[in-house]
């Protein structure tokens, strides 16, 4: 028993290796990109608030609220409100760092004051994706265990069981590609944030020379963190999904 456990938990490190080093990758790029950045000064003495705003400027935009908020990288759009929340060492700091992430927020802001396609079907998807990738899996597990059922069974009753298990099946899958299709909309919406913010700064010289690669490199490195979910999302998909035809074979 023990044995063919660790045999699955292994195929699955295995299985997933290529997710688990890109995301590995990611978030080591995302914390030195940060580390490095967020201790230079910005030749202007922009604050990330100032920069959030410059950005709003530059598209017509003036109903939306800049606010401080508690912890480190929580920095968020709410739409709800029509607020970009920045924290504690974005707000009100100088750095390279503060001024990138803050302009990416703010484009953010643009994407919704402007009805960005990509943005708005994110926004449709959350409460969809909550719910799929929750009940999917139960669905799966049921399936899996009625198709254990059938595959264990000779009542006259199984034929029926297996047609059932298989509606099970190909329902929670589809529930739980939800969460594939989510990530893989986030990634427009992401980048064309930090393709916003890096035009403005760049045009009113809110950041110059080796201040704009750094802010680059920052936005950068953040990105890759989503990539890194899509791929991690797609890898579990699959992985589900052959699991389920060699239980159904």
């Known amino acids: 028993m023990f044995y063919y456990s660790y045999l699955g938990y292994f195929n699955y490190l295995l299985w997933m290796l290529p997710a688990i080093i890109l995301s590995a990758v990611a978030q080591f790029m995302v914390k030195s990109a940060y580390s490095k950045n967020s201790k230079i000064i910005n030749s202007r003495g922009l604050t990330g608030a100032e920069a959030a705003r410059q950005v709003l400027l530059r598209h017509n935009i003036t109903n939306v609220s800049i606010v401080p908020v508690a912890g480190k990288l929580t920095d968020h759009f709410d739409p709800r409100t029509n607020t970009i929340r920045l924290s504690e060492g974005v707000y009100n700091a100088t750095t390279i760092a503060a001024v990138g992430i803050a302009a990416h927020e703010a484009g953010h802001a643009v994407q919704h004051a402007e009805g960005y396609a990509p943005n708005k079907l994110r926004s449709v998807l959350v409460p969809i994706t909550n719910f799929g990738s929750r009940i999917g899996w139960i669905l799966?597990?049921?399936?899996?265990?009625?198709?254990?059922?059938?595959?264990?069974?000779?009542?006259?009753?199984?034929?029926?069981?297996?047609?059932?298990?298989g509606m099970f099946l190909l329902l929670g899958v589809i529930l739980y590609s939800t969460s594939l299709i989510f990530t893989l909309v986030t990634l427009p919406v992401?980048?064309?944030?930090?393709?916003?913010?890096?035009?403005?700064?760049?045009?009113?010289?809110?950041?110059?020379?080796?201040?704009?690669?750094?802010?680059?490199?920052?936005?950068?490195?953040?990105?890759?963190?989503?990539?890194?979910?899509?791929?991690?999302?797609?890898?579990?998909?699959?992985?589900?999904?052959?699991?389920?035809?060699?239980r159904r074979d």
Do not use: P
């Open 140 to 165: 799966i597990i049921i399936g899996l265990i009625m198709s254990g059922y059938y595959s264990y069974s000779d009542s006259s009753g199984s034929a029926l069981t297996n047609d059932i298990s």
């Open 190 to 246: 992401e980048f064309n944030a930090s393709k916003r913010a890096l035009a403005t700064i760049k045009s009113n010289n809110l950041l110059v020379g080796e201040e704009f690669k750094g802010a680059k490199q920052t936005l950068t490195a953040a990105a890759l963190t989503y990539v890194a979910a899509a791929v991690t999302a797609l890898l579990q998909l699959l992985r589900v999904i052959i699991m389920i035809s060699r």
